[in-house]
């Protein structure tokens, strides 16, 4: 079975620039969840959503913004690019449900100029 | 914020020897998870403890959640190159599970 991914796999902007991210969930899960991680440190939750709807967000300014689609996929949009945004986006899924495992794809490398 | 601290921030030892990796936090934790991120990849769960006191082993690897449930620690014997990697401890919280990573520990194992 396919694990979760990602695209693209590498990505460079300029500032002030808009950037789209996708992601893929493991077949039959419903909940996909976001994380940059910038290098050096471990990940920083962004978002989860489960069903359609957000169900968390963590501390990231409204630049940030997700959606998922019926078929459970996942995109995050981040708007007017800083530097700063330069870091590894990774996306996680897992069966609805508390304690159940997040798999995570390879992540996107995004590169602000 | 719940924050988690790992230390040390970087180990490079050679293939054979022993090393353990900690986690800290001023929180009490229902539970905690070990990662190993490769480069190039996500986060790979190893491990969830959720007793106060556990001790879990996966082959080589030996977890140990504190007493209070406020620290955990990895254990590695004999490390091998295969080692190699980012080590990382994560709390689950919210009720949609949100996962609070740590510092991260780079561990490099050199043949």
């Known amino acids: 079975d396919a694990g979760v991914t990602q695209s693209p796999t590498h990505l460079i902007k300029t500032r002030g620039q808009q950037v789209t991210l996708r992601c893929s969930p493991i077949s039959g899960h419903k909940s996909v969840s976001w994380y940059q991680q910038v290098l050096g440190q471990g990940p920083q939750f962004i978002f989860q959503y489960y069903e359609k709807e957000e169900r968390g967000r963590g501390n990231f300014p409204d630049r940030f913004s997700a959606r998922q689609f019926p078929n459970y996929s996942s995109e995050l949009n981040v708007n007017a690019l800083l530097l700063g945004d330069s870091a590894l986006y990774l996306c996680?899924?897992?069966?609805?449900?508390?304690?159940?495992?997040?798999?995570f794809g390879p992540g996107t490398r995004l590169t602000v100029l | 914020t719940q924050l988690l601290e790992q230390s040390p921030q970087f180990l490079s030892i050679q293939e054979g020897e022993n090393l353990t990796v900690y986690c800290n936090s001023s929180?009490?934790?229902?539970?905690l998870q070990w990662y190993r991120q490769e480069p190039g990849e996500g986060p790979v769960l190893l491990v969830t403890v959720v007793t106060g006191g556990e001790v879990k082993k996966l082959k080589r690897l030996t977890f140990q959640f504190g007493d209070a449930r406020k620290d955990s620690s990895l254990h590695i014997t004999a490390a091998q190159p295969g080692d190699t990697g980012l080590y990382l401890c994560?709390?689950?919280?919210?009720?949609?599970?949100?996962?609070?990573f740590g510092t991260g520990t780079k561990l490099q194992v050199i043949p």
């Open positions: 994560a709390t689950l919280s919210g009720g949609y599970q949100k996962v609070t």
């Open positions: 929180s009490v934790f229902s539970s």
């Open positions: 996680a899924s897992s069966l609805a449900g508390r304690n159940n495992e997040q798999f």
